[in-house]
């Protein structure tokens, strides 16, 4: 369906802002098609995620049920079905999971796109007003981009771990991380952080930025590694990915221990899952 001679916004443009088009109809029949029963709760759950990642309790708190079995079997079969993802964190110091310490992630991008920009906009679809807006300038454009592009990494990790030259065998656990906050330390999170055998933390923030990533980026960077609770003995090398760029500033710095332009992994052999 894509036409390799257009630019991809005139693409994503004719797939799914044009009437009638392939992804302006899949959403209303792929759960008809996976799933058997009440075809309307997974559509639910899947627009309550949309909004963001959520624990249980939130989860349910958005869809307003009860926390109960029944839905924990509704997102199961939703993540067999690589519609959502379960991100763990876990403790820094035994390299363990924390049961309790989990959310819910939508993990497939056209769902969330969906859900974000198609569905909402049906009417004027229908009346092919978008025939001529350029998609970039619409509200929320780049955050949304930015969600997608959060869960392009996650979904590649392992081309993040071959930039970093980490061998498979030498990580004890990767993840978005999530330290809750208590009495003791404050909270925080990490769009994406690597435990390895070696006593390295990799904390990783993935930015995507219509503009040049700017020195800001240091300071936030700083604060999230201050709060992390860890070993003494364990060092942090904080990573930044990007797609449109940083400011020299940042790069004169040398505080990031690597900046990675994904835009250029793009264009390289390895392969890629949308």
Known sequence: EIVPS?????NIKNLCFT?????????????????????????NIVRA????????????????????????????????????????SWDIKTGLDKPKVLKYRLSDNYLRFYLKYIEKNISQIQRHLYKHKR????????????????????NNRQIIWQYLKIGPEAIVVD???????????????????????????????????????????????KQKIERLVRPKSMSVRPVLVHVNGVAQTVIDSGYFSSIIDFGELLTDDSMMKS
């Open 6 to 10: 257009l630019p991809a916004e005139d």
């Open 19 to 43: 009437a009638d088009a392939i992804l302006v109809k899949d959403f209303q029949q792929i759960f008809n098609d996976m799933f058997l029963h009440d075809t309307e709760l997974y559509r």
């Open 49 to 88: 995620l949309a909004q963001g990642a959520k624990d249980h309790k939130s989860l349910c708190e958005a869809l307003g049920v009860r926390q109960t079995g029944r839905l924990s079997g509704y997102l199961r079969e939703l993540t067999l079905a690589g519609f959502i993802t379960i991100d763990h």
């Open 135 to 154: 998609l970039s300038t619409l509200p929320e454009w780049q955050s949304m981009m930015g969600l997608q592009f959060e869960n392009l990494i996650l």
């Open 175 to 221: 993840n978005p991380y999530i330290q809750r906050a208590s009495v003791a330390y404050k909270g925080c999170q990490v769009d994406y952080m690597i435990q390895t055998i070696h006593d390295t933390l990799y904390a990783i923030e993935i930015k995507f930025s219509k503009n040049e990533i700017n020195s800001k980026i240091i300071e936030e960077m």
